[in-house]
């Protein structure tokens, strides 16, 4: 028996496996990622190499937070959770701990001139405030001219990721940011039924409050993603404006 059908078969023991599975490793992703397609019975996983000199066990219960997603409308799903709606299984809970526990270990690249000054002393300073100077630090860069993210916490890399929009914003909005992301470095993730991770906990948001001047800062990052949005339009249509003169010109 294959892994995938392993993992399948611990979970929904009365479900019969049906499916053709196609499981590779894969270089080119980074550590510790996964994907599952299906496309009719076939189930095609994708896996970081990083998986294949991880515990079995684990491994098993990574594929099953990827079945439960992929086959959530399957019958036999609904009949596998427990009282409170939730799929679970021990080797689900084994591969939420190990994900957990990466982020502490994650190699973090000090001063070989891959962070940035600005972003380091944002971590400083937060860490310094909110965390009592004693929080590690995850590595730290800058993402794409991202408006819809505006920054993120990877576990499986230990790095926060903060939009290049923010490179001169600032720096009140930059530590919110920062100050956001650490606390999911801080509190992890807790798992809620069909096996969804839940970030933004009733604790996270508490947490989050502390933040000094926090009953506007939403307000002052709202105005600040308005500015940038008018001023890249405003740019782009001047930029339209010239050429439009240019041809004329010719
Ligand atoms: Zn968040």
Redesign the pocket.
Known sequence: MGIVEEAFSRLFPEAAFAYAVHLRYSGRFKPYNATVRKVGSSLYFNLSRSWKSTSEEIVIGLIQHLLVKILRKERFLAAARDNSGKTSSLNMQLYDDFIKGISEVAAVNNGNGSSDESLESSFARVNEKYFLGIADKPNLRWGLDSFRKLASYDYHTNTITVSNLFRDAPQQLLDYLMY?ELL?KKLKFSSSGNGRAV??SREFRALEQNFDGNDTIEDELNAFIRGMTFFRKRSIKNRTFSWRRLLLLR
């Open positions: 956001h999911h970030h933004h």
